[in-house]
């Protein structure tokens, strides 16, 4: 409250204990006051109450301008299960692969040598088989590059999302089925293969064995 019109409130009520007979205007008239007294308070107070709805307000349509930015719908409808097919063809051209890499190099040594011009031919029969089958690699390569760049394109959005509403990272599982296969892959330590530099060293593992 304002020192003027606090001043204005306790000179009137100094003025109405003066008085031995108080009247019912003296009262209004110390009601008046003290409402025109309190009127700026709470103008202001009005003020920064609206101020802050207004600062939520900007908050939420930044959110769902962000959310929007997103587009979790398209994510979750396009983006994510192609990166699933195109890992799910990765894994099917792998595996039909290594069967006719395994196949030939199992007729090449199951092949009767005696017969030196018919061994050549099988050998060079099968050898062309796994040079075609070895290109599958390159398919994979492409097939690869465009799981990684999804996965660019939903870390790009999801960071800008973070970044935008301020979001911390939680120490808890997301769910129960994370929490489990969290203690699963502990318990089991299901790590994978480390990468180049990473990891247990071969010599590490030796000098381990050889106390």
Known sequence: MPDK???????????LRNKDDISLIDVLSLAETSIHSMKSF?????????????????????TKSEIGHLQANDLQSKHIPEAGMELSAVVTSTEEATTKIMECAEAIL???????????QTVNDKMMIIFEAC???????????????????????????????????????????????????KEQILNGPSQEGKGVSQDDIDALLNG
Not at 6 to 12: C, I, L, M, P, S
Not at 43 to 62: M, T
Request: net charge negative.
């Open 5 to 15: 019109t606090h001043a204005q409130v306790r000179e009137a009520v100094d003025g």
């Open 42 to 62: 709470i103008d202001s107070l009005d003020s920064k109450i609206y101020s802050e709805f207004r600062e939520i307000a900007e908050y939420i349509q930044n």
């Open 110 to 120: 199951e092949a009767d040598s005696s017969n030196t011009e018919a061994y050549k």
């Open 135 to 185: 290109s599958f690699q390159d398919i994979t390569g492409q097939r690869i590059s465009k799981v990684v760049e999804t996965l660019e394109h939903i870390e790009s959005r999801v960071s800008r999302f973070a970044a935008a509403i301020g979001a911390e990272d939680s120490d808890k599982p997301a769910n129960a089925k994370e929490e489990k296969r969290l203690k699963r892959k």
